[in-house]
């Protein structure tokens, strides 16, 4: 029984160091280059599925997107001036109805392409504006690769979160910026319409 209790001891702090051990390596290796190719893979695994319909794929790569983008942040960028408009009372309602439009133009745009392979080509610290790490996809029934920059911040909830995503030239929440304070330009500043106008687009 002794024996028995022992093995048993022992087999414990065994696997307690393994479990460490690995945890160790995996923060180790968890570096900007290595979290976008693995949020590049898990979209790029979901564009190959021939099983799943244009709807189906852009659902799941949308939840990619939300549990990785960094909304609030994005969310007081694209309104640019007009962020002081933004009233303690509509903040949730507009968090949420860019947390979920914002996801779809993202998971949208990358819905277009097939499967491919991801490779990271540059990384950019930008200090405390975060870090730009570049990337190239080439794709499997397409000559032409696709370029892929992804402006990532540090997160408190995760590693990182992406800020912004640049497919070839266009930086995707820059141009989601002029659109929105062009539209509140024109409509005396008024959050409330572009919220309205935001939930009419998802439905």
């Known amino acids: 029984m002794i024996k028995k209790r ?48 244009d709807e189906e794929k852009t659902n799941s790569l949308e939840k990619i997107f939300i549990s990785n983008l960094a909304i609030k942040r994005i969310s007081l960028f694209v309104l640019g001036p007009y962020r002081k408009n933004l009233a303690p009372s509509d903040s949730l309602r507009y968090f949420e109805s860019i947390k979920n439009f914002i996801s779809k133009v993202y998971a949208k745009r990358l819905s277009l392409y097939p499967s491919g392979i991801i490779k990271v080509t540059k990384i950019e610290d930008k200090g405390k504006r975060g870090i730009i790490v570049s990337s190239v996809i080439t794709f499997d029934n397409r000559p032409d690769p696709v370029s892929i920059d992804w402006w990532i911040i540090p997160s408190s909830t995760s590693l990182y979160k992406v800020f912004d995503i640049r497919i070839s030239g266009i930086w995707m929440a820059q141009e989601q910026r002029s659109t929105f304070t062009s539209f509140l330009s024109r409509n005396n500043g008024k959050i409330s319409n572009l919220i309205e106008k935001i939930e009419l687009q998802l439905q």
Do not use: C, H, M
Request: charged share 20%; proline share 2%; aromatic share 16%.
């Open 6 to 53: 022992k093995f048993y001891i022992k087999f414990l702090i065994i696997l307690f160091l393994a479990f460490f051990s690995s945890e160790q390596a995996f923060t180790e290796t968890n570096n900007p280059s290595q979290w976008v190719e693995n949020i590049g893979n898990k979209a790029l695994i979901i564009l190959e599925k021939d099983s799943l319909s």
